[in-house]
């Protein structure tokens, strides 16, 4: 056993020796190369098919693990791009298999190569290879991956290679956001670059997020769990949204021979002659790829909004939701499920969703008959401090608007509001005077509400009726139990001395008829809804004061208050130096004489 160890050992020796003789010269080859011999190979492939091997060496120099200058990265990308670009339209696909045909043998490994170039391609655009001051290597890189994309297949666009590199944009994790502005200022502008990144998007949410949210396993240089999610959104948010052209307008497009051209030349097949010619190189009216784009765009977003969002990606996502995804969307009613369960959630998140929830219920006949019992659940103090609180009051004074709404459903909403003016800040008083103000002129109904004594002769309970006691309940969720129609608007009537000159004026104007509509307007709740302490400040400060009270005194005083304001008190200086309790005897004996 002993002679067949020492062979084994032996052997592994002259292995390693050998490695580490492979890795020094292939280290010496590094250097002695230059940045001529680089351009040489380049001309010599580009010159010959004599030169063919010189592909391989070249794509060498592209490879992401290797450490080659920068010079000769960006020497041999040029003529790799120059040699493959014009034999892209005649390259059979990466799945053909060659024939007996040496041309065809030719071909298809000229194939593999070209998806070698691409790969290399993908690797360094979102490598860490690059610094800063060398980006704009990596915009001529994306440029060369775009061409490929534009004229890969066979002349078309090449979505499998832009969808390689849209999904290893989103997985990276530090070069997603230098790619995107670069994506963003050159290429979104192409309604069938913005139409494959939707189906990008939706294909890596479906099985490659999923993938890597049950992996347990977390990786430095590729992205996972809420990361990933944030470089989706971010991508989804910085796509422009689709422009609305004229009929003889048309979109612009990447590639003209697109995706939009296919059903045009499945019908021009069937016309002959000339026609057919024409027909097959046109491109659909703006109203078909209109069509089409919102079909992708609503399976991208509503594919992304099944994800478990962080919640600072999902406030930002409710606070635009509806700007920039419901006008957007082949049919908006199918985010009723996301907006109800948002609203349903309660606090901030309740607040952002109610914008996108109105306008589903306004524009697109949605019925959730929860809206006001949730809504009545909002009216919190920490709502008038919200960051989102203007939006927020100027939907709630829409939605309290229809003069259809009940009596006890305005009343309860009008002393809820009332209620909260007791604790909220001078701005949020504000608003609330005007919301009540609205509803009192809205709904002449609740009059009665602004001045209402103890109806004790109607009521069934006698006994259990107090002079003096507020018959509304503030906790009681169910508005058909809150008693606010056997109650009042006292709460407002204390505003009147509100030590916020501002609101107790504004207050004045409630002493007004508001059932005479001739002589009434509503106030506009947006004029009060993002007020502050620091906007009424400034605005008393602009307010111009016609009197102006003043203190005239006909002597100096010589105390900070005088006898007349304690009454069977004096105050004497202790000249003599008496001590204080000789002082509080001599006043408590003057006490007891009076």
């Not at 070209?114 to 655009?125: H, K, N």
């Not at 959730?368 to 960051?387: G, M, Q, R």
Request: glycine share 2%; proline share 5%.
């Amino acid at each position: 056993m002993a002679p067949i160890q020492q062979q084994s050992s032996s052997k592994k020796r002259k292995n390693n020796k050998n490695v580490s003789e492979a890795k020094k010269n292939k280290n010496k080859k590094k250097k002695e190369t230059t940045l001529s011999d680089v351009k040489h190979l380049g001309e010599e492939l580009l010159s010959s098919k004599a030169y063919i091997n010189n592909l391989p060496l070249l794509l060498n120099y592209l490879n992401p693990t290797t450490s080659y200058p920068r010079e000769f990265v960006l020497e041999s990308l040029l003529s790799l791009q120059s040699f493959f670009t014009p034999l892209l339209p005649h390259l059979p696909s990466s799945n053909a298999k060659p024939t007996e045909d040496p041309d065809s043998i030719y071909r298809t490994w000229v194939r593999s190569k070209f998806d070698e170039f691409v790969t290399c391609l993908v690797g360094l655009s979102v490598s860490s290879f690059f610094h800063h001051e060398d980006e704009a290597l990596r915009e001529v890189v994306l440029d060369t991956l775009m061409e490929c994309v534009k004229v890969g297949n066979v002349g078309k666009f090449h979505s499998h290679i832009y969808h390689k590199f849209i999904k290893n944009m989103i997985f990276s994790v530090e070069e997603a956001d230098t790619l995107l502005n670069l994506l963003v200022s050159k290429y979104f502008k192409y309604i069938d670059i913005r139409y494959f990144t939707y189906i990008s998007i939706e294909k890596i949410i479906g099985k490659d997020v999923k993938e890597s949210s049950d992996s347990e396993k977390e990786s430095t240089t590729r992205a996972s769990g809420q990361l990933l999610i944030r470089n989706i959104h971010h991508v989804l948010s910085k796509i422009p949204p689709l422009e609305q052209l004229n009929e003889n307008s048309e979109y612009e497009m990447w590639n003209a021979s697109g995706v939009f051209t296919k059903e045009v030349e499945t019908e021009s097949k069937n016309v002959k002659g000339k026609e057919a010619k024409k027909s097959g190189n046109d491109v659909p009216s703006p109203a078909k790829i209109s069509k089409k784009m919102k079909m992708k765009f609503s399976k991208a977003w509503m594919s992304f909004l099944a994800l478990p969002l962080p919640i600072d990606v999902y406030k930002e996502v409710l606070v635009t939701l509806h700007q920039t995804v419901i006008p957007y969307l082949s049919s908006p009613i199918m985010l009723c499920d996301f907006l109800t369960r948002s609203y349903d959630i309660g606090g901030v998140i309740s607040v952002m969703a109610l914008s996108s929830l109105f306008i589903l219920m306004t524009e697109h006949g949605l019925e959730y008959p929860n809206l006001y019992v949730k809504l009545y659940a909002l009216l919190e103090p920490s709502v008038f401090i919200a960051k989102h609180r203007a939006k927020f009051f100027q939907l709630l004074d829409s939605c309290l608007k229809s003069p259809l709404l009940p009596a006890y459903l305005a009343a309860s909403f009008a002393k809820k509001l009332s209620r909260l003016a007791l604790t909220v800040p001078p701005s949020g008083g504000l608003v609330i005077v005007a919301l009540v103000h609205n509803l009192l002129r809205r709904h002449p109904s609740i009059n009665c509400l602004v001045h209402q004594e103890d109806n004790v002769e109607t009521a069934k309970d006698v006994s259990s009726i107090k002079s003096g006691i507020d018959q509304f309940k503030n906790d009681e969720t169910d508005l058909l139990k809150t008693n606010a129609m056997r109650s009042s608007l006292w709460e407002i009537d204390t505003l009147r001395h509100h030590y916020c000159p501002p609101l107790s004026r504004f207050v004045l104007s409630l002493e007004n008829d508001l059932t005479v509509r001739s002589k009434t307007t509503e106030v506009a709740v947006k004029d009060f809804s993002s007020g502050s302490y620091a906007t009424i400040f400034r605005e008393e400060i602009r307010r111009r004061v016609k009197q102006v009270p003043l203190a005239f005194y006909k002597a100096i005083p010589t105390s900070l208050f005088s006898e007349s304001d304690f009454s069977g008190w004096t105050f004497q200086l202790d000249s003599n130096n008496k001590s204080s309790e000789e002082i509080d005897t001599k006043n408590s004996a003057e006490r007891q004489s009076e």
